[in-house]
């Protein structure tokens, strides 16, 4: 059985950084284009940067420049470093496949406010 979980969330100012963790267990992980998704109150969610077996990565307009993915196989993690956050990054993050094949996980709250 596949498990997702994401940990490192917290409340930060605008301007601040955050790095996401999310360790997968119960799949054979390097073969995966790993993804971060985020939902927003009141919103659908949304696919916020995947990186693929191949390290090639992928981001979405609203967080290039700002957000780095990455991943460390050996670990089975796969990561989110997110830089100069505003407050519309507010959001619980989440992490999955992509496209997205396992249930999702608790996921792990953003909440940027000054």
């Known amino acids: 059985q596949v498990q997702l979980v994401e940990s490192g969330g917290g409340l930060v100012q605008p301007g601040g950084s955050l790095r996401l963790s999310c360790a997968a267990s119960g799949m054979i992980f390097s073969i995966n284009a790993m993804g971060w998704y985020r939902q927003a109150p009141g919103k659908q969610r949304e696919s916020v940067a995947h990186i693929r077996n191949d390290f090639r990565t992928n981001y979405a307009d609203s967080v290039k420049g700002r957000f780095t993915i990455s991943r460390a196989n050996a670990k089975n993690t796969v990561y989110l470093q997110m830089n100069s956050l505003k407050p519309e990054d507010t959001a619980v993050y989440y992490c999955?496949?992509?496209?997205?094949?396992?249930?999702w996980g608790q996921g792990t709250q953003v909440t940027v406010s000054s």
């Open positions: 999955n496949t992509e496209p997205p094949r396992f249930n």
